[in-house]
């Protein structure tokens, strides 16, 4: 199985050195990343700005792959349409992001958009991000080995080409992870806030506050499973439309 | 009624300026929109740098809002949790975008994503764009009338609070628009290509090819029925959820 690993915490970062390791045991990994931190990017491409790319060692100095002076998703596409067109992959898989992915927060991560990008193409492609608990340093070589435990299992299901599933790994200092549940995307807004402040002339600015917190997350959704200890697997599509309202438009009366 | 203008081309955008002026023939409106252009930024946030904000004036000296040093969804968050707290908008209209924003174009457009942010809030909100054909300048004003009247009825309609809806207005160089259909997002594949040079130094870069070709439109979909000259509103949602797989895979076994 030939595996293309992206990211959105750029090509350097730990999660997504530790995810290639265990990759290697299931097939043969490339990777394609940002060249720097891409966090909160959502489905960025870049349409009016050259993407310079650069060959990229690893520890062993072996060919890793490249990296990409872009967005998650502008690796994804230069992977498929360019860089691996010989060679195309058999999986797509994005992390492991240092950060859970779950409920709207999806919509804002660059890391779940690269995996959407993938299915774009009709390629399975699975995002993957480990929740983050403050203050503790994030452990992830145990987490990639969760991932890798899960992403065999799914490919083992010989779903249909182009699927697509979100990961998220609990926080490991919650203690053992309680099992792997596959449930809905949550909906609810979070609670957000900004900071309001005056710089030294005089200008208004704000922070955006360091919690996003969704009070009253649905009882069967990744949020809640998250927040319980459990290992959550989503399966996403890309086709916004509202089929209800829609629906009920094809009664409205239009005039121009 | 008061509404909340923004955008992904900037405060300064043509298309803001055509479709403010139609749309306070609907009520009272504030801009909070990106201090410059931000085309194809999808759902980005900003998190990690503080948000700059400039109180802008119209073309008669009239307090018109603000321009946000950030991504149209950081100013629609930015809008309804600090500047119009206390008049919150009874809708969140974005636009008008030069450029058509249909079919998997969708998920990469600023547009949209501003609007997505609104929904998020509960709030009625609606992207606008208008397709653009080379090499003829955009007719923003007549274009801004059209977009007026397909929000004005779908305003009328009373539909939930929340309620979320995409329109793009077909070329005026195509002929006179044929009307107004309520379609679905088309969701096959488009046609990409990257253009592969060397720089001056010899590394190896790419640039996104200019057309994002969709070869074979759903014939019952906004890309469809914008080539073919009709105004397209397509209803949204942002639950992600694939729910036919999440059914399939209720009965999967999973080990760790």
Redesign the interface.
Known sequence: MRILLTNDDGVYAPGLRALRAELKKLGEVTVVAPAGEQ??????????T?????EVLDENNQAMGWAVEGRP?DCV??AL??LLKDKPPDLIVSGLNAGSNAG?N???SGTV?AA?EGA???RTSIAVSLEYTKPKPLNFPLAAE?AR??IE?IVR?R?PEG??F?VNIPSLEKGP?K??R????N?A?YE???D??I?PRG??????GPDFRCPVPHPDSDVSALNDGY?T???????????A??GR??G?E???
Do not use: C
């Not at 697997?233 to 089929?243: K, M, S, Y």
């Open positions: 966090s909160a990017v959502g489905h960025s491409i870049t349409l009016l050259p993407l310079l790319i650069q998703a596409k230069l349409l360019e709207i999806v919509l804002y958009a959407i774009f193409f009709q969760y435990k899960v299992q299901q779903t699927s697509l979100n992870v099992g792997i596959a449930v809905p995307q909906v807004a957000e806030t900004y309001r402040r710089d200008r208004v600015y704000f922070w955006s290992i697997v989503t399966p996403l599509q890309f086709d916004l439309t509202h089929a309202l829609l438009m094809k409205w239009w005039s121009l």
